[in-house]
Every structure is written in C-alpha cells, then in structure tokens.
C-alpha cells in the first residue's frame, strides 16, 4: 500500500526542514508588535532587544562574537555578499588580488557569483578538485597559495556538501589560507545545527548559515563576518546590519532562527547518533537493490542526515517521480535549469560518468525521521528501480527510432 496513506514520508529535509515549534513560537511571539529596530521609541527598541538577543543566542551556538553576526535573507545572500563582498574589499586595497579560489563541489550560491565575476572580468578563478568521495585536499589548496598567495583575493570551500553530505576538512583548509594572508569563506548550510560547528577553533573568516535548513523559517539568514575582514555591501540604503548589509532586519524571523538553533545545537549529542543509525539502514536498504552504489564518504565524514546513491541504469528524475507517487518524497543529483535535466556537477567533479551522476538520488533524513519512514523506503525502492530501468531502456528504444 503506498506510504502516503498516512502522510507523506518526507525525506528531503536538506532542501528545507519543517520549522521547529519553538520556532513557530517565538516567531508567533514577536510578529504582531510594532515596531522598527532602528527607531528610537519604545517599540523600536523592543524590536531591537529581539534582534539584540536572537544575534547573541545564535553566536553562541557557533561560537561567535554577536558583533560578527550579521543578519541577511538567506543562504544566497550570504554567499553572495561573501564572495563579492570579500572579493572587490580585497581587490580595491590591493588590485593585484585578482584570483578568487573555490571548490568543484561548491552549491550554485557560490558557484553562479563566482562565475559572475570572472565573466566580468574582476576575477580569476580558480577551481580546486575533489577526490572520488568530494573532499578538497588542504596540499592542492597549499600548492596554489605557494605560487599565487599575493595575488589572492579570497578562497572559498563549503562545511559540507549539500548532495552527497562530505564534510571538508575545514580546519586544514582556513589554516591554509591563513598561513598566506588570504581570508577563507565556508558556506556552512548544511552543517551549522547538524554537525558541532565551532567558528573561533576553526578560525574561518566568513561563514553562512540558512535558518531553514534546521527548523527556522525560510527567508533568514546570516553572514558571520569577523570583524578584521573587510567587506564591500550589495545593499546600500541605511547600513542597518555593521554597514555591510542595509535593510530593516526581521526581528521575528531572527528570534525564530535563534530558537531553532539553539534546540538544535544543544541536542546535537543525541540526535547525530540516532539519525545516522538510520542514515545507514537507508544506505543498507538501497545496498540490497540491484546497480545501487553509494556517493560520498561513510561514517564520520558524512553529514548525518545524508544517503546519496546511484541507481545504475536509471533515470534520476524517473526515480523520483515513481517514489513520489509511492508517498516517498526525495530529491535527485540533477540540477534543473530551464527545465533542462543536466548530471550534477557534484557528481562529475567526482568522477562519476554523465550517465551515473544523472541516475541518482538523495534521501536526506532530520531527528524526526522514524523508523517507519525508513520501513517505507524499503517496501519500495526495489519495485521503482526496476520500474524505472524498464522506463530508461524503452525511452532509449524509441530514441533510436
């Protein structure tokens, strides 16, 4: 019987989580005052307590200054505002700082800006490889700061991977970085709230962090900026946040936020344990159906929540409409853009074949996942893959025609 019976068993929660109650409480708390953070009033600064506040609780949970937080409307924001920010901050000090350095597997919202400047003409880019499991070598990094570490505006290597869950070995990689003077941005979506991220050990420059991705609300955001870093704003019009980022911040939405990662970095200790126990029953599911091959590494070195596969001889995107229609909501390897299908370049970067990397899929799992849900997967994923691979064989007959 399909799983959507009861519900939906919804195991993208990398994409977005469901926000947190506590979230939804504090959020619920706020969002009916008056006020504006920046006014002087009574209730101005009522609104600017709840800001004050939600910036110190989420520095804490990252060990973080508050000054150092600063409040934007998302992941992209964030990675933009870093990227370019950093960038033209450290070019117009020093206009031989023309090389920007990322990773293969970086999320679009570093990727697309990056590229953006390098088509300008502002930046050379500079992409690092992966190995066979996406994890960037701090050697290569060392390599290319050795010959060009005066000409280096900024280097820039995600936490964790947002496809198939790697984490970097982000300590090496900034101690890099700073031994050549050159600052180092970590998108950290994927990790803060789900892994111990502790910014003053690791000793990162920049960081970014996405409320919903562990139970706050869409649309909020932050770019953790250490103070000795300059950064040029995107956004001019008040200079609200540290005069980098101007616009009335959402004190709601910023309380929510903080609410939610508070929860989640205090049962941090429990909850990684148990969603990657259930991480690897998934993994043991998908091992027991025919031409399924696991991305990325195992064990400590993979975000908790994350089971990525390929399914061989299957179309990702066939997969994930016959799960759909099983009640298994999940997401694929492909990225879509103008609803044109293309292999992930995650994927590619680390060796997988066009055909492979577009065969795959991504369970990602949160300390609500039961049991149960993994239960479902395992009554399906056989039947859909076979379902699928006939699909794919036909389609490719037709082709021929």
């Known amino acids: 019987m399909p799983a959507f019976v009861n519900g939906p068993v919804y195991l993208d929660h990398a994409a977005s989580t469901p926000m947190h109650p506590a979230a939804v409480e504090a959020m619920t708390r706020i969002l009916a005052d008056a006020g504006n953070a920046a006014s002087l009033h009574g209730s101005g600064r009522r609104a600017r307590r709840h800001l004050e506040e939600a910036r110190e609780t989420v520095a804490a949970a990252i060990n973080a200054r ?3 937080i600063v409040f934007t409307a998302g992941g992209t924001e964030s990675d933009n505002l870093a990227i370019k920010g950093i960038f033209w901050a450290r070019t117009a000090a020093d206009p031989r700082r023309r090389r920007l350095v990322i990773s293969a597997v970086e999320h679009h919202a570093v990727m697309d800006p990056a590229a953006w400047l390098a088509d300008r003409g502002d930046a ?9 499991e996406g994890r960037v070598s701090p050697a290569d990094l060392r390599t290319e700061l050795a010959q060009h570490g005066a000409e280096t505006a900024l280097v820039s290597v995600m936490w964790a991977n947002n496809e198939v869950g790697t984490i970097q070995p982000v300590a090496e990689l900034a101690a890099v970085a700073a031994e050549y003077g050159v600052p180092f941005h970590t998108d950290a979506v994927q990790a803060v709230g789900h892994i111990p991220v502790d910014l003053a050990a690791v000793g990162v420059s920049a960081l970014t ?20 870093v300059d950064c040029v704003p995107l956004l001019h019009g008040g200079g609200h946040e540290r005069d980098v980022r101007s616009g009335t911040p959402d004190a709601a939405a910023a309380a929510g936020m903080a609410a939610a990662l508070r929860i989640a970095v205090d049962e941090l200790p429990v909850t990684m344990r148990s969603v990657a126990a259930r991480r690897d029953r998934l993994l043991d599911v998908a091992r027991g159906v025919e031409g399924c091959v696991v991305n990325g590494p195992l064990g400590v070195d993979r975000l908790p929540g994350n089971a990525h596969v390929s399914l061989l001889g299957c179309e ?20 879509c853009t103008a609803g044109v299908a ?12 066009t055909p492979d990397a577009r065969s795959s899929l ?7 996942t039961t049991d149960a849900e993994i239960d479902a997967v395992a009554d399906v994923l056989a039947d859909v893959a076979d379902r699928a691979r006939v699909a794919g064989m036909a389609g490719a007959v037709v082709g021929e025609r």
């Open 342 to 353: 293309r292999a992930s370049h995650v994927l590619l970067a680390m060796g997988l074949s």
């Open 124 to 132: 050379d880019l500079v992409v690092l490889p992966v190995d066979g």
């Open 209 to 228: 962090l996405a409320a919903h991705k562990f139970g706050g609300p869409h649309g909020m955001g932050a770019l953790v900026l250490r103070r000795d």
């Open 316 to 335: 990702g995107d066939s997969l994930l409409m016959l799960l759909d229609a099983n009640g298994i909501e999940c997401s694929t390897g492909s990225a």
């Open 362 to 368: 991504r369970f990602s799992l949160a300390p609500s």
């Open 66 to 68: 508050p000054s150092e």
